[in-house]
């Protein structure tokens, strides 16, 4: 629910930092910071927690790679059938997918937040215009857009982020535009035009700060559906063969048929994209909060 206020820069930073606090009210939201916190850190630390190398093949004292080796004290999760560390490959995977999260997640809200403010706050042609674009991009399905994408350019991580981002942001507009029609009839926008502010001022400084706990409720739901795209495309076959992420370590093990022989190989990339993209749907559900007040118990 939107709150009037004035609009400044610091009155925008401070309520961007109450809303935030939110979460921790919350035993599930602390548990889910927590949580990404985690994949954070292990991210930031990977050269020092992981052993090998994500690509580094490990052998034995006769130089034989160690294939298909079963989780030890050694090899925590297992080795894959090129000889790999799985532990590794898995905690190198957690910067794919923070990269992959949290750009594709800003690009998401940047265009989904700027389609829904001009079309709610112009209405008329620019709305409707808007909204049929809008409609056409609900139409196109992702992963065959994605097929097409990849057969012209070459698979990377940059191209993954672009194909989500591109596609993706439909629902926020839509979500965003119904919360701007509902509030530049508001006296406090009223007032702003009466005092001579540009539309760009009323867009950015006053209805802006009021759709803030929105961007950042599909912010935690668009890093989810960053890391899930780029494990399906991986899957596929269709991500950056050159970067290990845990879509690709599932799709290597499916394609050399250790998805039935070795479930060390699977479980753990597939438990991380679980506990991730759970996380971030925790933190949506205690962000909740900040758009029904009635919720804070205040």
């Known amino acids: 629910m939107a709150v009037e206020r004035d ?3 610091l009155t925008y930073v401070g309520q961007s930092w109450s809303n935030f606090r939110i979460i921790f009210r919350d035993p599930l939201g602390t548990a889910a910071f927590v949580i990404l916190l985690f994949f954070v850190l292990v991210a930031l630390f990977a050269p020092f927690i992981a052993k090998y190398g994500p690509l580094e093949i ?3 004292q006769d130089r034989v790679p160690i294939r298909m080796h079963p989780p030890s ?3 925590w999760f297992g080795t894959t059938q090129q000889g790999r560390d799985v532990f590794s ?3 190198y995977g957690t910067r794919s997918a923070l990269i992959v999260g949290f750009l594709s997640a800003f690009c998401i809200v940047l265009i989904g937040t700027n389609v829904g403010l001009f079309a709610g706050y112009y209405g008329g042609w620019i709305d ?4 049929r674009v809008t409609d056409v991009f609900y139409g196109i399905p992702f992963l065959p857009f994605a097929l097409v994408l990849v057969s012209i350019f070459h698979p990377s991580l940059m191209l993954v982020i672009a ?7 439909r629902t926020t507009a839509r979500v965003i535009r119904s919360q701007v029609l509902t509030l530049r009839q508001r006296k406090f926008i009223l007032a702003a035009r009466a005092s001579g502010s540009s539309h760009l001022k009323i867009l950015y400084f006053h209805i802006g700060p009021n759709i803030l706990p929105m961007c950042f409720l599909y912010m935690a739901f668009g890093v989810s559906w960053g890391v899930l795209g780029e494990a399906s495309l991986s899957f596929l076959g269709l991500g950056d ?3 290990v992420s845990w879509g690709g370590i ?3 093990a499916f394609i050399s048929g250790g998805m039935r022989k070795a479930w060390w190989w699977t479980i753990p990339p597939g438990l991380c994209i679980t506990l991730f993209v759970v996380g971030c749907f925790m933190i949506g559900r205690a962000y909740e909060e900040v758009m029904n007040p009635r919720l804070q118990g205040e």
Request: proline share 3%.
């Open 7 to 9: 609009s400044t820069f």
């Open 58 to 60: 490990v052998y034995n």
């Open 73 to 75: 004290l050694e090899y």
């Open 89 to 91: 490959q898995v905690v």
């Open 128 to 131: 409707a215009f808007l909204m």
């Open 163 to 169: 194909v989500i981002g591109f596609l993706m942001w």
């Open 241 to 243: 063969p050159d970067i």
């Open 250 to 252: 599932i799709y290597d």
